[in-house]
Every structure is written in C-alpha cells, then in structure tokens.
C-alpha cells in the first residue's frame, strides 16, 4: 500500500499519529475528510489512513476495533470506492469493517463502533451525518469521502434533489458551503485534498481543554438495592447507574401519578438505563402479581432498538426465558410466560393497561400527546434527546414539564445525564455536529428592553436570504431563528436545517424586536402553479412534489381552476416561548399577508396537526378550514387539517365552495372516521365553516319525526330509539350561521356533538365532561325540547301528539338533508 500514497498524506495522518495517546488517553474522537473526483484513489486514501491508524492507537489500548462503512450502492463509482477499500482491508492487523448503504443505516443507532467512514460524494443528508457520528468510541476515527473540494460547493446531491419542486427545477447551493466552512473552523477536524495532493488543514488540539481527563471508572453502585445487583453491573456510567436506582422508586405503587423525566444529549445512553431499570421493575413487580407488563412508545420502532437490545441483555442476566418478537426487522414485543414488554405506536398508549410506560425519544412526540399518555397511566417514564437529531426536547422541557409539575397528583422525578457513554466529555466531533447542525440551538435570552418594545409593539419584519444566514454574518440571526423552532416544535432534525438552506422554493421571514432579537420565525414554501397537464394527473389521484396545498385541494375538493393559482404555505411559524400569548404570532403573519398581497399571490396556507389551541390561532387570523385527514397521526395523535387565506377574489370563490364542502364531509363522516376527535376542536371547525342553510325550517323534518322528538323530550323514549332525529338535528344545528342557531349552551353544543355526532356511549361521555350519566341524560333531553320548540314553535308541554295521515306531508327535496 505505502507505494501507492502520496507521501503528503502520509505526512497528513502523521498530524493525527501524534495525537492518538492523547486522544485515547482522553476518550476524544478525530475526523479526517479526504475529498476528490478519483474513486480508487478516495477507497485507498480512506484504507491507508484506518491501517495507519490503527497501529498506532494499539500501541495505548491494546484492543480489537470494528468499523462501519456506508455508502450509495446504487453509484457505479461508489461501488468502486468501497471495493477497493474493502480489498485493502482485508490487510487490516486490528480491525473488521462490515459494509451497508444510508438506507438502512438507523439500525446502527445504539452501537458503538471503533471508525466510521461515510463516502458523501454523491450525497450529504444532514440526518445521516447526526445519526452515524455519535456512534464512533472515543480515541476512534470519522472519515468522510468527498468530492473535489473546489467544486463540492455546487455538487447536485440526492437531498439536492429532493429539495427540488415542478416550478423550481434547480436547487439553492447554500449548505456544503456552510458544511465546509464549519470543518475549517473546528479543531480535531483533518482535511486532506487527493485531488491535488495536498493538505488543506492540519489535524490538531488544544490539549490544555481537556485538562480534566476521561471520566471516573467507578461507577458508584450503591450498597443498598431492590433491583439485583448484577443489574447495576451493566451500566456504564454513574448517570445509569443513578437513573437505575430512580427507577426503583417507581415499585411502590403511587396513590395518583409518579413521573421519572430523563433528558440528555445524545450518545449518554439514557435509553438503554430506562431499559435496565424496567428490567428491574419487572423482576419486582413479578413477584406481587401474575404478569407484569411494560408498554414501550416511541416515533418509530427503530428509535426503541437500543431499548430492546439492553432490555434482553438485563433480562438474560437475571434468568428470564422469552421470545423476541420482530416486525420489518425491529423488535416490537419481548415476550415471556412472566412479563411482556411491547412497542406501541403512541397513538394507541393511552387506551391500553400497563404496569410502567416508557416514553423514548419523548420529544419527538407532540406534547398533547404527551400529556394523553401521562394522563392515562400511574406509572411512566419518559425519556429525551436535548440535543440530537432525532429532536430536540427543549420544547419538552419547557412545556410538558411545567404542566405535570404543576398536578398534585403526580410525583415527578428528574435527572439529567451528562456523561458521554462512547467518547470524552467536550468531545471535538462531537462539538462540531453540534455546531454544524445547529443541535444546540437557543432562541437569544430577550432582556427588559427587548420586553418592553414587544409591549409597544416597536417590531420589525425581517425577509432572510439562506445566503445571509449561513454566512458568518448572520449565523447568530440563524442560531437564534432555528433556536425558536427547536422550541416550539416537537421533532426538528437536521434536514430541517438542509431544507431551510437549499429548498429552492422556501423563504425565510422573522419578527424582531428593535433591539435586534428574533422573536418570531416563518419558514414559506411557494407553491402552485400547477402545469395544465399535472392538473389531470392530480386529479386522477398522480403525485407532485412539495405543492401540497395545490395538491390536496385538487384531490379532495376537485376544483381544477386551484391549480392555476400561486400561493404561499407557511412550513413553519413559531413565536419565542418566553413571549407566546402576546399577539407577535398574528403581527408576523399579517406582514406576510400584506407581502404576499403585492407580490400578487392568489393566497396563503398551512397544515397541521389539530389541537383547540392551534385552531384558535389559525381562525382569529381569517384562515378557512378546508380539508382534515381520515386517520390521526400515529405519532402526534392528531389529525392533519389545512387552512387558508384567500388574498383575492378569485381564490376566495374556491375557497368559499371548499369549507362548504368541507362541512357537509366533516357533518357526515364525523361518527365514522372522527368519533374520537375532541369535541372542542369539533365545534371550533363546526362553527367557523360557511353555513349550509341559513335559517330553522320546519320542512327539514318529517311531522312523524317531530312527533318522535317530542316524546323523547318529555317522555319515556331513551336516547338511542331518538339517535337518528338527534343525529339530523345536530346536523341542522351546525348547518345554521351560529347566531340563528336555537339557544343552547356550550356544555350542550359539546353533548350533541359527543354523543349525536359522534356516537360516543355514556360512559364515554362521563369521563370527558366528568359528570355522572343522569346529568348527561337530563342535558340531552334538555337539548331535544329547545330544538323541538324551536323548530315548531310550540312549547313540548302545549304540543299535541298524534299525527294524522291526512296531514302527513314531507318536501322529498329536504327529507335527507
């Protein structure tokens, strides 16, 4: 091999080589980037700098190493690159490669590896970089494969492309610049260019950071323990080993509600401690009762591998005999004759029994969600990634916690862990990924000036460049927009970042305070027109990237003339949570407004997933409800809606003729698709659609089924012989504007939608108004005769009954309505 390399690279790994006793003294990662348009050359670049290194690090630890290498197998010069890589491994003294390609690379998560290379020259997918580098051991080894540095810039890469829409045909180049420029700037970063055989930058330290040295061995196992010893003994910090012990306060059981919050930064192994410590849970609880069983809830299945994978290691550990269950390649259920453990979609968390539910990776759960978990079940835990790519969990912190803490009933344990399990605390590559992917991300901290000029409304509305923000002049302006997301949202990833850099069709806007700080951020895609011809191949049920608005109208109102207009989707808006309720949300968005107006757009919009709280956003803004999904979202728990604004005539026509249909749809399926739907956010929907009809005519019923109404309102006739006449009154009810709607109070509203909409049973009904069923019983009766004299206009007490067939007339046109 050393024939065939530049003695200038040998020179660059020697940079390296006279760090590793430091590196592996320290537990401190390196990262190597070799760029250049020779596949051969970059596949043995990369094996001469593990062989080298190799070598060198045994000298210190005297250990056997493994390494991943991933890679796109569907480039024919990809292949090239790893199979002369992997020739030149089989040379290897100290380390075996194993060989997989990005699409499968979250299965990685929670193994530790000793080098990893990541061939990047025909793609740079922000996620993957977060997802893979946190796996590399410190005194280990990150190489990145590039292209030529001098072109890399402008390099078309796969996520390049799929940031690309039918109106946008060529990407931005904005974030290999900004990726680059943070590997210049951050130490323990080597960058070598096989292009032109030479070293753009020089591997180096500053040793006197890490003064404090690797992390104590001793683990701090207490004397005294429930759980078995042999337990503790898996651990690999002191942080597991405290939240292990944390965890065997959660035996006893709780009069109302205990809560154990985890957070950490990634790579800190909180998952696999929950893990050990349900194990744990599990051999106690066994001993009180049959079968214990623990519910498992994350994203994904595959966020909850490395929960399984410690689960079984602490369950072989102590004897237990299982199966384990797996769906697509994940393990769902370990299954035993004395425990069960199981994975759930979160959705399904609160309808099921369990002795302790796990959240993992909490804060990529919408916290309404969140909060219906908590609500359900007497024992939980929930754990989260501060800073990571899977989500950042301050949004978490800041609003699920204050809630819980502030319910009496709940006991809330919480522990932060801070200790690294793979690599050293102020690991360098880990302070890069963080830096780069902007994981640690603030909003800025906003002082009584910036207070006060949010009370007096001396506000800015700021238009971005992607330019700007990612240069060096305006990255604090960057930080502190993509601070507020990461705040205010519940799942934000790296790509988010990418997307945000290089979409071509998204803008950037924010409100600022005089003073300078970012308060509000907005993130707009552009969407429509649509093509003539992709209009009808929409229509027919065809696919388009990115115009989702265009799309979804085009689907499921079916107004083609939509297609033709252009307007804005509002991605994302978000206000600093340290001055949400305070109107700069609306202010923000009623700048958008006037811009979209003079850029002479047909009309603005967003998607979402429903809660009361949002919707109330939306509607006091002037947006339209339009569209809902059939299913909740199996992660948030909630149904995706869009809502618009129209901007001019034209659109408002289309807009108008969709919420009508929306309303009949929503009036007609709600006991099929949304019987669950909260009532709250029913009514709100209900209430601000156009009207169907505009006035209470005694025609939209039968005389039988007016008869049939009056004896359910004063005599004998229960709810369910009455269910089709409350059902049909609660559709004229919610046709009529709601100022010509008969009196009823909002408690009623709510009942006839929960239970003659919805068709939910009594004791549903009890549990979501918390009133017995003979209350519940007497406010439907209640609501039959207001509706009964409203509609005939005689008092039940003074109504005759009877009807005669003589007299018996019916308007075919509205007997349906």
Not at 109 to 116: E, F
Request: hydrophobic letters at 40%; aromatic letters at 10%.
């Amino acid at each position: 091999m050393n024939e065939k390399i530049p003695s200038s690279f040998n020179r660059f790994l020697a940079t390296i080589g006279k760090f590793e006793e430091f590196l592996v003294n320290k537990k401190l990662r390196g990262l190597l980037v070799i760029s250049g348009g020779d596949p051969a050359k970059l596949g043995l670049l990369a094996a001469r700098a593990i062989s080298y290194h190799e070598k060198v690090r045994h000298r210190y630890d005297k250990k056997r190493y493994t390494g991943l290498y991933v890679y796109h197998d569907e480039f024919p010069d990809a292949e090239n690159t790893r199979r002369v890589f992997e020739n030149e491994a089989e040379s290897f003294r100290y380390t075996e490669f194993e060989f997989d390609v990005y699409e499968k690379s979250e299965k990685y998560l929670g193994k530790t590896y000793s080098y990893l290379i990541l061939d990047l020259t025909h793609d740079l997918k922000p996620n993957d970089v977060g997802r893979l580098t946190g796996i590399v051991e410190g005194g280990g080894l990150v190489i990145f494969l590039t292209p030529k540095w001098d072109t890399w810039d402008n390099y078309l890469t796969l996520f390049k492309q799929n940031l690309t829409v039918p109106q946008y045909p060529e990407p931005r180049h904005v974030f290999i610049t900004w990726f680059k420029r943070k590997l210049l700037q951050h130490e323990g970063i080597g960058i070598y260019d096989a292009e032109s055989d030479t070293i753009i930058k020089k591997f180096s330290l500053t040793r006197e950071r890490y003064k404090g040295g690797k992390s104590s061995q001793d683990l701090g196992i207490p004397e005294e323990t429930l759980f078995p010893k042999k337990l503790y003994e898996l651990a690999l910090t002191r942080d597991q080993v405290n939240v292990i012990k944390l965890m065997e306060e959660m035996y006893e059981k709780p009069k109302g509600r205990k809560v154990l919050v985890v957070t950490a930064d990634r790579g800190r192994g909180k998952s696999c401690a929950v893990a050990i410590g349900s194990v744990g849970l599990i051999y106690l609880l066994s001993k009180i009762k049959p079968k214990p069983r623990v519910a498992v809830t994350a994203p994904s299945p595959g966020s909850v591998q490395s929960f399984f994978t410690l689960a079984m290691k602490a369950l072989d550990t102590l004897g237990f005999k299982y199966n384990a269950v797996k769906k697509s390649g994940d393990i769902i259920e370990l299954r035993g004759s004395r425990f069960s453990i199981e994975y759930w979609e979160p959705v399904a968390v609160p309808k099921i029994k369990a002795d302790l539910v796990v959240v993992d990776e909490a804060s990529g759960i919408h916290v309404p969600m969140l909060f219906k978990i908590w609500e359900a079940h007497k024992r939980s835990v929930f754990a989260t990634t501060i800073h990571g790519y899977e989500g950042a969990g301050r949004g978490f912190s800041v609003r699920f916690l204050r809630r819980i803490k502030s319910d009496k009933l709940t006991e809330v344990l919480e522990y932060e862990m801070t200790e690294p399990i793979r690599y050293g605390m102020g690991d360098p590559v880990e302070e890069w990924s963080f830096k780069t992917l902007l994981l640690d991300a603030e909003p800025a901290e906003l002082n009584e000036e910036d207070l006060k000029c949010i009370e007096e409304k001396r506000l800015k509305y700021v238009s971005y460049t992607p330019q700007y923000l990612f240069s060096e002049e305006g990255e604090e302006e960057l930080r502190q927009l993509f601070g507020i997301y990461v705040l205010a949202h519940y799942r934000n990833e790296p790509d988010d970042l990418g997307m945000l850099a290089d979409a071509p069709h998204h803008i950037i806007r924010a409100v600022k305070t005089e003073t300078g700080k970012i308060v509000c951020a907005i993130q707009v895609a552009e969407e429509g027109p649509i093509p003539g011809s992709m209009i009808e191949e929409l229509l027919k049920g065809g696919r388009i990237p990115g115009n989702i608005i265009p799309d979804r109208v085009l689907k499921h109102t079916r107004l083609r003339e939509f297609g033709e207009l252009k307007g804005w989707r509002i991605v994302r808006i978000a206000t600093h949570p340290s001055v949400q309720g305070k109107g700069i949300g609306s202010w923000g968005l009623s700048k958008l407004v006037e811009e979209a107006s003079l850029k002479g757009l047909d009309w603005i919009a967003s998607g979402f997933g429903v809660n009361e709280e949002l919707l109330r956003f939306w509607l006091k803004n002037g947006f339209k409800v339009i569209h809902i999904s059939p299913d909740r979202n199996p992660v948030s728990g909630e149904y995706t809606i869009l809502v618009i604004k129209p901007i001019n005539d034209r659109a408002a026509r289309f807009v108008s003729i969709s919420e009508r249909e929306f309303k009949q749809k929503l009036l007609l399926s709600i006991p099929v698709n949304y019987r669950d739907m909260e009532p709250e956010v029913a009514k709100l929907m209900l209430d601000s659609t156009a009207p169907l009809i505009e006035s209470l005519d005694k025609k939209l019923m039968t005389q039988i089924q007016v008869d049939r109404l009056w004896v359910y309102c004063l005599g004998p006739m229960t709810f369910e012989a009455a269910a089709d006449l409350m059902f049909k009154l609660a559709n004229i009810y919610f046709s009529l504007p709601p100022d010509s709607r008969p009196k009823l109070s909002r408690l009623q509203e709510l009942v006839l939608i929960a239970k003659a909409l919805q068709g939910r049973s009594w004791e549903e009904l009890e549990a979501l108004f918390k009133k017995p069923s003979k209350e519940l019983h007497k406010i439907a009766h209640d609501i039959a005769c207001e509706l009964f004299e409203s509609i005939t206009g005689v008092k039940p007490e003074e109504y005759k009954p009877g009807v005669s067939v003589y007299e018996y007339v019916v308007d075919k046109s509205r007997l349906l309505f």
